[in-house]
């Protein structure tokens, strides 16, 4: 390695060694802060994270780590990435898995995330291996109940790679009502749902849209009023109709549905 | 490791995958504060995630100042603060639950307040004493705000700016916290518990805290967060706020209810109704979601609130307070609903209208809504067409829509004085391509029963274009709220005008018409 090559890593390191040293400053420095002497009031909120960097070194030291499962891709096993995610779900139900617990959020953060990378190595995986739909599916069936929006995300998408199955819709449609208040991945799955309207299932494709419209999450259900456009047919035009005159006047919501029938009404009638 | 570092360091707008941002993400000008009510620590610069000047024009009473005298100021910020949150808990149980009985309001609000206490201390906005505003980032910086929206699990909606935006903040928080408020209610932890309301409470607390899988955390005290749960306890038991808010009932002049629906440009609420049956002339009222201006008793209206400013084109404006009426209180008087292209056109001859193009005279933020979050920087020289315009104040600050680099956002285009500096109009056949035709443009018709060829725009028909058939776009033009977009276009010798989809809330041309080029 050249002398120039080496001089510029070491400065990349000693400016990456000084960044994560400030960090660490400053979080000394704030943990000073937060245990001077105040009101007992104060001293809850102090406690709060003074307990979030004592469970942080207990992660490396007291707990009992299990090892956290090794991310490798490689050439994907099916059965190996349902070991890796029964680990995971485990890690979850535990949480005392080898994890960062440096917040309350930060442990299923993480641990949710390695869960996404499984799920993602097993898309490029589907395509050529189609003997193995069955279990994929399974595991896409698993992750969907887990209501981390991250893993939802990587169970849609391997969902969109399947046919279509109604115990699939079932799991989806569960997924989403516990994670109810998820536009994004509201939005994703309505592609996956429009799959599901206007055969055998669409009564239950409807209803969730209906609900979703009608008492859903605020930014779900203006998800869900511009979505509604893919669903409006001639059969359940008149239902989106009533549906617009029981949302509220000035809602974001009565808004975008009334432009979706709109926009269904003038494509019929050529604008 | 190094490279996150790196990538983020010098090039903050790409965005990462939904991994782990950094800790302080985007926070500049870093500082502390104390653990108690409005300056708990840290706090970073609020511009990272929104223009400051939507905060000082809708929230200017929400920001503790550093440097006001400590203790009268906590008082009256906490006063203004709680009617905020309490406003828009009340608005938000009601929404999802019409049939929430009184116990249940009441509960939710108290869990909402709590909660805000406890993961902020109501902190959101506040002036530090190097002139900045900033908002509160806990959690090493992955917590934004108020009730510490999780930049890891939410980071489209924090880049947006939803996290910034004191009521979009609420409006997200609380979608998340009736998850677990929702989800609590059957579990057995609060099924079986002494006190209903109270358990409800607390779960869905330890669901927000920790997610939803934490849902009966509290109950078990070998949790590694036990500490929190007690402490979240302690908090409800005690509002210890109340020694600061003199007024528990005291109102605000924060459109919360109009904001929850359109996240930015409401007018303050009036305090009062000088007289419930009588309108009173050149007033504002919000009537059914519509923004009206009293002229000799007929109610002038535009279909949304953001336009309320172009209504000056019909008379002096004798308040900027909106008063709040009810459909039924209206009824009686006559109401016009203006066509807000027609009357922002003729109240700001300067606007550029929805298909024109324009050119960027400097560099300018692309904002996911007008004052928001960035998505990334439109350079000078660029030439785009406008998708949506939005006129706002007096001084006639304006924002277009546009797109640009796969994304749609709003620019800034300078005021009633500025303007020149930052756009100019210019012949759309100069702006790049995308979905929207150009002067010049031929299209052809994609939509599966034709399009009708109308003498005006919504007009009469003269005969319909089949599809696949080639028209060349003559000029663009837009009406109604939802940007309704027509071309005028020449069709077997007959001249007119064709309806090719609506721009809001999504671009709908795709369904209508191919743009194949010039």
Not at chain 1, 76 to 92: E, R
Not at chain 1, 96 to 107: E, I, K, L, M
Not at chain 2, 138 to 156: A, E, K, T, Y
């Amino acid at each position: 390695m050249r002398k120039s090559s080496l001089l510029v890593l070491a400065v990349v390191l000693l400016c990456a060694a000084m960044l994560y040293k400030k960090s660490h400053s400053d979080l000394a420095e704030n943990s000073a802060q937060d245990f001077s002497a105040l009101t007992e009031e104060k001293n809850l909120h102090k406690e709060s994270a003074k307990t979030n960097s004592e469970a942080a070194s207990k992660t490396a030291t007291e707990r009992a780590p299990a090892a956290a499962p090794s991310m490798a891709v490689g050439a994907t096993d099916v059965d190996k990435a349902k070991n890796k995610l029964d680990m995971l779900a485990a890690c979850l139900q535990s949480q005392s898995c080898n994890y960062p617990q440096t917040d309350p959020h930060s442990y299923a953060f993480a641990v949710n995330h390695d869960w996404q990378e499984v799920l993602k190595s097993l898309a490029a995986y589907t395509a050529s291996h189609p003997e193995e739909h069955e279990k994929i599916t399974a595991l896409a069936r698993e992750s969907m109940l887990n209501p981390d929006g991250h893993v939802q995300e990587a169970a849609l998408d391997l969902f969109a790679k399947m046919p279509t199955d109604p115990k699939n819709l079932n799991v989806i449609l569960t997924g989403l009502s516990d994670n109810s208040a998820d536009p994004l991945i509201f939005q994703q799955a309505s592609a996956e749902l429009q799959r599901y309207s206007g055969g055998s299932e669409d009564a239950k494709v409807q209803g969730f849209l209906e609900q979703s419209l009608v008492s859903g999450a605020q930014y779900v259900s203006e998800q869900a009023a511009i979505v509604a456009r893919n669903f409006i047919t001639a059969k359940n035009v008149e239902n989106y109709r009533q549906i617009l005159k029981s949302l509220p006047d000035g809602s974001a919501k009565a808004r975008n549905l009334r432009s979706s029938l709109d926009d269904y009404e003038q494509h019929l009638s050529g604008g | 490791m190094i490279l996150a570092i790196l990538s983020v360091s010098l090039n903050p707008l790409v965005l990462p995958q939904a991994q782990a941002t950094a800790d302080y993400y985007r926070c500049a000008n870093k500082e502390s504060g104390e653990w108690n009510y409005g300056r708990a620590p840290m706090a970073c610069s609020a511009n990272s995630f929104g223009d400051d000047s939507v905060i000082y024009n809708s929230y200017a009473q929400t920001i503790f100042s550093d440097v006001a005298s400590r203790t009268p100021e906590r008082h009256r910020y906490l006063g203004e603060l709680h009617a905020v949150v309490r406003d828009a808990a009340q608005i938000y149980i009601l929404k999802r639950n019409p049939a929430a009985t009184r116990d249940e309001i009441k509960a939710w609000t108290d869990g909402v307040v709590s909660t805000a206490a406890h993961e902020s201390y109501w902190s959101q906005y506040r002036k530090t004493t190097d002139g900045r505003l900033k908002m509160m980032r806990g959690d090493s910086g992955h917590g934004h705000g108020i009730m510490q929206i999780d930049d890891r699990s939410h980071f489209p909606a924090v880049s947006k700016g939803i996290a910034w935006n004191l009521i979009s903040h609420l409006t997200y928080a609380m979608d998340i916290f009736y998850t677990g408020w929702n989800k609590a209610k059957s579990q057995s932890c609060v099924k079986t518990a002494a006190n209903y309301w109270q358990a409800r409470i607390r779960a869905a607390w330890a669901a927000y805290n920790g997610g939803l899988g934490q849902v009966c955390r509290w109950s078990n005290s070998n949790s590694s967060w036990s500490q929190n749960d007690k402490n979240f306890y302690t908090i409800l038991t005690q509002h210890a706020w109340t020694a600061f808010v003199s007024d528990l009932n005291q109102k605000t002049t924060i459109p919360v209810g109009c904001l929850m629906e359109n996240k930015e440009n409401c007018a303050a609420t009036a305090g009062t109704d000088p007289d419930p049956k009588i309108p009173q002339e050149a007033h504002f009222y919000r009537v059914a979601g519509q923004l009206c201006l009293v002229k000799n008793q007929i109610f002038q209206c535009v279909e949304q609130e953001r336009d309320r400013d172009c209504l000056r084109s019909l008379g002096p404006v004798a308040s900027e307070d909106v008063v709040e009426w009810t459909a039924a209180q209206a009824a009686a008087y006559t109401k016009h609903v203006q066509d807000r292209h027609l009357l922002c056109s003729s109240y700001d001859r300067i606007l550029i209208p929805v298909g024109s193009g324009v050119r960027f005279l400097k560099a300018i933020t692309l904002r996911d809504t007008p004052g928001g979050g960035s998505l990334g920087i439109v350079p000078v020289k660029t030439v785009l067409q406008v998708r949506d315009f939005e006129l706002r104040g007096t001084t006639g600050d304006r924002y277009y829509r546009v797109a640009y680099a796969g994304k749609e956002g709003y620019v800034y285009g300078g005021d009633l004085q500025s303007n020149s500096t930052w756009l100019s109009s210019v012949t759309s056949s100069f702006a790049s391509t995308s979905t929207m035709a150009r002067v010049g443009d031929r299209i052809q018709v994609i939509n599966k029963v034709g399009i009708n060829l109308r003498d005006s725009e919504g007009g009469v028909v003269l005969l319909t274009i089949p599809v696949s058939a080639l028209v060349k776009v003559e000029a663009l033009s837009a009406r109604t709220a939802e940007n309704k977009l027509y071309y005028k276009v020449t069709y077997k010798s007959k001249t007119g005008y064709i309806y090719v989809g609506s721009l809001l809330p999504t671009d709908g041309l795709p369904a209508w018409t191919k743009v194949v080029g010039p």
